[in-house]
Structures are given as C-alpha cells and as structure tokens.
C-alpha cells in the first residue's frame, strides 16, 4: 500500500498485457498488401504507442527503482495469471522433459546416406554432443536409482538394485547398472559428499565414478570418517580431472589400496589360493577359457601376448610383394598364447631356450628426489610388486622403463632375466645349485644384472 500511495492510482486491470497482445494481434494478421512496409512500421509503432499511453497512467514525478520494482512485480503476476500451462510438479516435469528430449534425439536421426553428406565439423560436433547427452542420461540414472533406493522399490518386489534396474531399463549393461549401486553405496556414506557431488552433477563419466567409489568403500572400515572424507575428496578430484587417464586413476586407487589395506604375504597366499583356470561351450565350435591368475603369473601371460609371438607378421604374396597380416590383435594374442603352450607340450622335459614372455615394467621415478615414487605396472596397468617381480624374472625378460611424473618416458633399462640352466648332471652340481641363495633349485646365478633385477633378486623367495 506504501509503494502504491507513493507512485499514484494503480492503472486498471490488464494494462501490462494489452500492449503484447495488441502487438500479436496484429502480427497475425500481418502487414496488408500493397502497403508501404516502413509505413506500416510507423503505424504500428503509433497504434501501439497510444494503446500504451491509454493503458497505463503515468506518475507526473520521474520513475524510481521502486516504481520499476512494482511494475515488475506487477507484470510478472499477471503473466502467471494469463499463463495457459499450470505449474507443473518435479515429476511430471521430469518425465515431460526426458520425454521431449527423447523425440528430439529422435528427430536428429540421420540414415546412414545422409550422414555421408555430413562435414567432418560436424561429425566432431555430433560426437561431443552425444557425449554430453549420454553424460547427463547417466546423471539422472544414478539421481532416480538413488530415490528408488532410499525408498526401498527393489525391495517391495523382492530384488535386488541392479536387478530391478535390469528390469526397468533392459537397454542397461549390467556393468552400468552395478557402477550405479556402486556409486550409491558410497555415496550414502557419510564421508561421501564429494563423490556424490562428482557424480550428481556430472563432473566425471561414471565408470570413473564407480571406479573411486569402489574404493572408497572399501577402505571405509579402515579410517577414520575425517580421514576418509579427505581421501574422498583427492579421489573426487582425479576422477572429475580430464587431463588424468583412466589408467591412472585406477592405478592411484589401487595404491591406496595397497598401502591401507592390503598385507603382501596374506594378499600373495590368497591370490595363490584364488588361482583357476574355467571353460565353457559358446556353440560353434568354441570354448571359452576363463582365467584367475596372481600378479605374477598374470604378468607372465601378459607379456606373453604382448611379446614379439602377438606382432604383425606380413606374408609374401604370389607377386613377391608382402601382404600385411590380416589378424586382429586378438587373434594374435591368442596365436601367441597357443604358440608358447605348444612348444611346452612339444618337449616338457627340456628347459627353454629363450624367455617365455617378455615384460616391459613401468617403473614411476621422481626426478626431484631421485628415487622411485609409486608401484611398478605393466603397460596395461597391472601392478607388480617386489615378490611378483621376482618370481616373473625366472621365466620371463624384464625391461625396466623408467617414466617421470607426467608418465614420460626418461630412461630405458637393459632387458635381462634370471637364467634357467640346463638339467644338472652331477650330484655335485645339483648339490651346488641347491645351496645357492634364495634361489629356486632350477635357478641359476643372473647373467649381467642390471640395476632394475635387482629389486627382482631380493624379492625373489619362492
């Protein structure tokens, strides 16, 4: 009543909608043939300046910020008032909006003729712009199956979240559908706000989400609550950073893992435990082998396919010029792979003439300090520790790598491997062999160790 006494009568109803809805009007009817357009413009701009002037009272003192504050006011009331779509609550908006978005992605459909006709601009353009899509689908995924957790919707039917999800969204991997309980689970932590931050609003992918939360849970028993907030809050920062890899994410997880959790002699006992080899019939004449192996013998079989036996081999063709190798690289790992077992089939008595793999092994270096900063890994990322390292030299070659804090290579090692002799023929040379220091009994002395063996030969127990 104070802000209406100082700036006079308020003008009669309707005043701040009729200069629009003249303006509309007459754009539908539109400018009549064989007039003028700049003099149309000029009666138009008339016709609606005196439909304004008759519509609103003016104040005879000058307009202050409280008079544009209630006018503004005003006007937004009547909007709502002359609005034809009601408010609408959280859901139905939600599932109109996702509906929308559904027949807009729709109409962007190219056929695949059409998409020929396409720019490589655009091309990149669509590419992100999917990216972002699929972005912020799995955002809603994860922020809806939080909801249906916390009330308990798997639960009425019996299920469990990444069944029901199954359920609901057939279209889902069960891979995506376990990262969602996976983030869930952490982020229902208390400890798990910034996870929760990362994933909620779509800072990070969710396979890297899924990968810090399965950590962090992991480590929750261990640490303090405070702790445990901060490592959530390093984690969340790496998993949200573009310029980190997903390798080297799920190395830094991995270290934090070991150095809270993991113990190396029960770790070593339970993966040795742990080891298996499964097989299964696929129908067409093939059989899937399935394998649980420890770090070292999984260093082995992955030095095996990526050695020399899984390269390229090109063919000479009936020209005499080479034919490149038409293999895949999956096909040639497992050429490689089955090359290896039948040369161990072919002479099993026999020691081998040449390493059985050949692993490169990555080592972190810090330049600063001058010492090793972090686990060694394989290329893959497969971490070796001392013990692995050290079984993993009796039967296959070692090329350290060296690599700076940028994952840039700064030195190359030389490529050696702890020597299997040949089978001993005395007693006195089998008596000799025995006795030899934490060395297994068919292990001989290394040839020219270089600096990078030697981690290997103390760790080397078994």
């Known amino acids: 009543m104070a802000l209406q006494k100082e700036c006079g009568p308020r003008p009669r109803a309707q005043h701040v909608g009729a200069v629009s809805v003249r303006r509309s009007v007459m754009d539908e009817v539109g400018r009549p043939l064989g007039v003028d357009p700049v003099a149309w413009d000029a009666e138009l701009e008339e016709m609606l300046g005196a439909v304004a002037e008759e519509a609103m009272a003016m104040p005879s003192r000058p307009v202050s910020d409280e008079d544009l504050a209630y006018w503004a006011m005003v006007a937004e009331i009547e909007l709502q008032g002359t609005s034809s779509e009601a408010p609408q609550l959280p859901g139905e908006a939600l599932s109109q909006e996702l509906v929308m978005a559904a027949r807009g992605l729709a109409r962007a459909g190219l056929t695949q003729d059409e998409s020929v006709r396409v720019l490589d601009a655009g091309v990149v353009a669509g590419i992100e712009a999917v990216g972002g899509l699929r972005l912020q689908a799995d955002v809603r995924l994860v922020l809806l199956a939080l909801q249906a957790h916390e009330r308990g919707l798997h639960t009425e039917q019996g299920l469990s979240l990444v069944d029901w999800l199954r359920i609901r969204c057939p279209w889902l991997p069960s891979q995506d559908a376990t990262a969602v309980h996976q983030i869930i689970k952490c982020a229902l932590l208390p400890s798990g706000g910034p996870v929760k931050h990362v994933a909620f609003t779509g800072a990070a992918p969710l396979h890297r989400c899924a990968l ?4 962090l849970t992991r480590i929750a028993t261990c640490v303090e609550v405070d702790q445990h907030e901060g490592y959530a809050q390093i984690l969340a920062d790496a998993a949200a950073d573009p310029d980190l890899s997903d390798g080297e994410l799920a190395r830094a997880c991995a270290e934090l893992i070991r150095a809270l959790l993991d113990h190396p002699p029960e770790a070593e006992r339970t993966a040795q435990e742990l080891r298996s080899v499964t097989h299964r019939a696929l129908g067409e004449g093939l059989t899937r082998f399935t394998i649980d192996a420890p770090d070292a013998a999984a260093a082995v079989l992955d030095g095996i396919i990526t050695s020399r036996l899984a390269a390229p081999v090109p063919t000479a063709g009936e020209d005499g010029t080479d034919v490149p190798d038409r293999r895949s690289s999956t096909q040639r ?13 072919s002479n099993p008595g026999a020691p081998p003439s040449t390493a059985r793999a050949a692993v490169l092994l990555v080592i972190p270096f810090d330049p600063d300090t001058g010492r090793p900063s972090g686990v060694a890994h394989t290329p893959g990322g497969l971490l070796v520790g001392e013990a692995s390292a050290g079984k993993l030299a009796c039967g296959g070659e070692i090329t350290p790598v060296w690599v700076g804090p940028g994952n840039e290579p700064l030195a190359l090692g030389t490529t050696s ?13 089998a008596r000799w062999a025995l006795h030899l220091p934490r060395l297994h009994p068919p292990a001989a002395v290394v040839r020219h160790p270089p600096p990078a063996v030697v981690v290997a030969r103390r760790a080397h127990r078994h």
């Open 333 to 345: 790992r497992f050429d490689a792979l089955l090359t290896v077992i039948n040369r161990g089939l």
């Open 212 to 215: 810090v939360s399965r950590t």
């Open 417 to 429: 491997r702890f020597a299997t002799p040949r089978p001993v023929q005395s007693p006195r040379r």
